[in-house]
């Protein structure tokens, strides 16, 4: 795992946002895994920024959205599928045809898990998978207790995490309590990882991802099986990390300088 740490939560989501940036820029056949929620909103507007300013090819890639909410259709404005139309695929001119995204609604919503492994087998698998952590640990919707090698499935969300989600939800609107996420393994299988957290909030999770063992109460800890994992950070969310000054000194200066 490379932890990486920036002095701002701008300078993270901006760092996060060029990662991937490059990586479409230098391979445009790329599939890209990507996820939703409050971390990710500035780092796609950061994306779309980078975009308007010097223009990449972003027609031949492909990317498949992290989860979804049981129930909601991909239209349906508090869905993850709604999120990246209106912020990510639009303004980057990404057609339907490229974006696979889970069906909350779908009939059968196991068929659609077993749809969506195979999707993601026959493109060839995902090359750069974009995370954010939850303050209990999850990474996409694997809550702790996830099985460290589960694969995309329906599960019930923690009391926790539906707290934490509260806000994106109005007044009236009903949050759905399950969801269909990539499963711990399926995000273990993606060529490359890059995870973006910002805030004291995730000063804990982060390190008991980094720095604690290996276990299922901090699903986020099975990245330290992952070879190819990079962790980027504001100054709260590292606050909790102990090696602190050892990730500064070993931090690689050309990614400080994107
Ligand atoms: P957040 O969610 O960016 O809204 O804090 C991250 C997550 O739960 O993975």
């Given at each position: ?61 492909r990317c ?21 139309r209106h ?57 702790p207790g ?113």
């Amino acid at each position: 795992m490379n932890i990486v740490l920036c002095d701002s939560a701008a300078q993270a989501t901006r760092l996060s946002a060029t990662l991937i940036y490059r990586e479409v820029a230098a391979r445009p056949l790329v599939v890209l895994g990507l996820a939703t929620g409050g971390t990710m909103d500035p780092l796609y507007q950061e994306l779309v920024s980078l975009h308007r300013a010097c223009p990449i090819r972003w027609s031949d890639m492909r990317c498949f959205n992290l989860d979804e909410y049981v129930g909601l259709a991909v239209d349906h404005p508090m869905s993850y599928g709604y999120f990246m139309r209106h912020k990510v695929f639009d303004p980057l001119g990404v057609r339907e045809v490229q974006a696979h995204l889970l069906r909350g609604d779908a009939p059968d919503p196991q068929e659609e898990c077993r749809r969506y492994e195979d999707a993601i087998a026959a493109a060839g698998g995902i090359d750069l998978q974009l995370l954010g952590i939850g303050e209990n640990g999850h990474i996409g919707f694997n809550e702790p207790g996830s099985s460290l090698d589960s694969r995309t499935r329906i599960v019930h969300l923690n009391p926790d995490t539906l707290t934490a989600n509260r806000r994106f939800f109005p007044p009236g609107v009903c949050q759905p309590e399950s969801a269909i996420t990539l499963g711990i393994q399926t995000i273990l299988d993606c060529r490359q990882i890059v995870m973006l957290a910002i805030g004291e909030k995730k000063a804990s999770a982060v390190a008991a991802m980094a720095e604690g063992p290996l276990s299922a109460m901090c699903p986020a800890s099975a990245l330290q099986m992952h070879p190819a994992t990079t962790v980027v950070l504001d100054t709260s969310a590292a606050q909790r990390l102990r090696l602190k000054d050892r990730y500064r000194r070993a931090g690689p200066a050309d990614l400080h300088s994107a």
